[in-house]
């Protein structure tokens, strides 16, 4: 190992987690020591545009100051209470999530997928006490294609066979459905035992799946008449990432903070917010609520040691506060069609790229190869070589991410990458 004058090599890092870490992930083989806004950069001193903010949780780009200052200060001052007893960051902060989203309470978590959890638990104990459903026979709709994170309930309803295999025995208690179909909602809804349906208002795992612009609006009519809970599951499309605040606002007019629209905004009874709402500095989770609903968890019933510590709460109300001061849900918007209208052209030019597809700055491009080659994956190679780090998602589809405070000018200097590394590549 090169060691000398104490600095490793990507190469020594990268064997060293390949020899002491569990290999659960496959990473590009780039190794990051520094982030600053839309940058980041490897140990050998190379820059590269960050095109996937981890999976969007750097929505507010890399080591953001505010959020490190108000990450910092609170550390030094108190990090962990436990919820046994109260600590003076989490009121301020409850106060702020819910008049910030418009829900009347919160319940935090830490990642995703323990929220994802919660608003599970959450919507059968209400289906159970509110809504005159069988003792242990509640059943939620979801989607083919889904990611709803990675425990073992939420594996039971996922079709994702490397997820799923070996993993079993199962959690019962979920039905699927095609994705963007309501013909298909509605069916399973006359089923008896509904409780709720879980749904990413665009599937992001799955390739950036936009559905038909009335799908979500309709699905919630559906639910409501059925008495149904719709839950948004938010954690990737959530926090201006795909040109609004929230993917459930729809094209709506609003320019900075939420109005709620009526004429595009899809309230959800349950809505689940993860990712960004770190500001990608800490994990940081929600489950949002109105009381009829939120209600139904009573002491001891559900928790978790570090949810609501005061470092999580600080760190939000400052993620979310920098989400309405440098209008990201607005430059979202106009560089996301911006990036579509550039891709669009390139992809005229070319046999490599079919389509590119999302809303905001959530975007994909469909490689003209099968899921199974490495095409996309090489490609991801040539753009980490030309300065660009992004990673494939399904095979042959290349997600783009970068974070929202990217400006016109840097986001054009992408564009030109993109368009160079595709001109140039050889399969
Ligand atoms: C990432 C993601 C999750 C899981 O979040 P983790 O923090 O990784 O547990 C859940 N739902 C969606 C839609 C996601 O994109």
């Known amino acids: 190992m090169n060691m000398t004058n104490g600095k490793m090599t990507s190469a020594d890092l990268i064997a060293m987690e390949e020899k002491h870490g569990a290999h659960n992930y496959h990473p590009l083989e780039v190794v990051l020591k520094r982030g600053e806004g839309v940058y980041v950069w490897d140990v050998e001193g190379k820059q590269y545009f960050d095109f996937l903010s981890a999976y969007s949780a750097v929505n507010q780009g890399h080591c953001h100051p505010k959020i490190i200052a108000a990450m910092v200060d609170q550390a030094k001052r108190l990090t962990l209470t436990s919820r046994a007893f109260y600590n003076d960051s989490l009121g301020p902060y409850e106060q702020f999530m819910t008049e910030y989203f418009g829900f009347d309470k919160v319940l935090p978590m830490n990642t995703g997928a323990e929220a994802v959890e919660t608003a599970i638990k959450l919507c059968r104990k209400w289906a159970y006490e509110k809504n005159n459903i069988a003792e242990d026979q509640a059943k939620i709709i979801v989607c083919e294609n889904n990611f709803h994170g990675r425990t073992t309930t939420i594996v039971s309803f996922s079709n994702d066979a490397v997820a799923r295999k070996n993993f079993g025995p199962f959690t019962g208690g979920f039905i699927r459905i095609p994705y963007n179909d309501l013909a298909a909602l509605e069916e399973a ?11 990413e208002p665009i599937q992001g795992e799955a390739g950036v799946f936009v559905p038909d612009e009335d799908y979500l609006m309709k699905a919630k009519a559906l639910c409501a008449e059925n008495g149904t809970l719709f839950i948004a599951d938010e954690v990737q499309t959530g926090i201006a990432r795909t040109g609004s605040l929230l993917s459930v606002c729809g094209d709506c007019s609003c320019t900075n903070t939420c109005q709620k629209d009526p004429k595009t905004y899809v309230q959800p009874d349950i809505l689940i917010l993860g990712k960004a709402l770190s500001g990608g500095a800490y994990p940081v989770s929600a489950v949002l609520a109105d ?16 949810g609501g510590n005061p470092v999580a709460a600080k760190v939000a109300v400052a993620a979310l506060e920098i989400v309405t001061d440098e209008r990201l849900a607005e430059n979202s918007r106009r560089l996301g069609q911006l990036f579509r209208k550039e891709m669009n052209r390139i992809i005229k030019g070319t046999d490599l790229v079919n389509s590119v597809r999302g809303k905001g700055l959530l975007n994909a491009i469909l490689i003209n190869d099968t899921e199974e080659s490495d095409t996309a994956w090489n490609i991801c190679c040539a753009l980490k070589e030309n300065g660009l780090l992004a990673k494939p998602t399904h095979g042959n589809i290349i997600r783009f991410a970068p974070p929202l405070v990217m400006t016109e000018e840097e986001l054009m200097e992408c564009v030109a990458i993109i368009e160079k590394t595709i001109s140039e590549f050889k399969k």
Do not use: C, W, Y
């Open 189 to 199: 809804l006359k089923q008896d035992n509904i409780a709720g349906f879980l749904v």
């Open 291 to 306: 009381n009829a609903i939120m209600e139904v968890i009573k002491p001891g019933q559900h928790g978790s040691t570090f």
